[in-house]
T-cell receptor, first 116, second 115 residues
Framework: AQKITQTQPGMFVQEKEAVTLDCTYD???????LFWYKQPSSGEMIFLIY??????QNATEGRYSLNFQKARKSANLVISASQLGDSAMYFC?????????????FGAGTRLFVKA | DTAVSQTPKYLVTQMGNDKSIKCEQN?????MYWYKQDSKKFLKIMFS???????INETVPNRFSPKSPDKAHLNLHINSLELGDSAVYFC??????????????FGPGTRLLVL
């Protein structure tokens, strides 16, 4: 079963508008972490934002915010005031614990296109 | 610069050859990872080392052998390369303590093409 589901393979947004990228996760752990990464066409993986399962407030980092709804098991990324440079693949990921350490599971990604 | 670095960035080779990819991090992290990203951009964990000890070994052909000489280095050796090994291989590192969140920082990737 998919542990991280990103249902939008591709999204378009007009420059300067806000966009929400969806992510749902599946875990029975009480303690876990959720991440978003950006992968531009140049290929590198860039960490954007983190949300801990016990964090009561939604995480924010500049124009990025994470809409964390624990009961619904969703962790959507909101990008405000989109810029052309935001065009990229975006991956949602979850840290889950196992005996001996942690493992991070990635979703299939959403490709975002920002239109001028 | 503090970062995760990988060499080489591009690797083109013939089927059947043996090749290695090197990874180094100077972030002071205690855990390192190898991921494979296929042509559909799906990112899958292959291996993880914590303080030179193997802690994650996913279902990967035994032609792939990781080696961690110290906690700042994690190399990946691939024997008898096959066409299906063509992919981008990412190295990553993190600090395992929960207080550090386990955020992984990635290298630039190695684009492997097997002909």
């Amino acid at each position: 079963a998919q542990k991280i589901t990103q249902t939008q393979p591709g999204m378009f947004v007009q420059e300067k508008e806000a966009v929400t990228l969806d992510c749902t996760y599946d875990t029975s752990d009480q303690s876990y972490g959720l991440f978003w990464y950006k992968q531009p066409s140049s290929g590198e993986m860039i960490f954007l934002i983190y949300q801990g399962s016990y964090d009561e407030q939604n995480a924010t980092e500049g124009r990025y915010s994470l809409n964390f709804q624990k009961a619904r098991k969703s962790a959507n990324l909101v990008i405000s005031a989109s810029q052309l440079g935001d065009s990229a693949m975006y991956f949602c990921a979850m840290r889950e614990e196992f005996t001996g350490g942690f493992k991070t599971i990635f979703g299939a990604g959403t490709r975002l296109f920002v239109k001028a | 610069d503090t970062a995760v670095s990988q060499t080489p960035k591009y690797l083109v080779t013939q089927m059947g050859n043996d090749k290695s990819i090197k990874c180094e991090q100077n972030l002071g992290h205690d855990t390192m990872y190898w991921y494979k990203q296929d042509s559909k951009k799906f990112l899958k964990i292959m291996f993880s080392y914590n303080n030179k000890e193997l802690i994650i070994n996913e279902t990967v052909p035994n032609r792939f052998s990781p080696k961690s000489p110290d906690k700042a280095h994690l190399n990946l050796h691939i024997n008898s390369l096959e066409l299906g090994d063509s992919a981008v291989y990412f190295c990553a590192s993190s600090q395992l303590r929960l207080a550090e969140r386990g955020t992984q920082y990635f290298g630039p990737g190695t684009r492997l093409l097997v002909l």
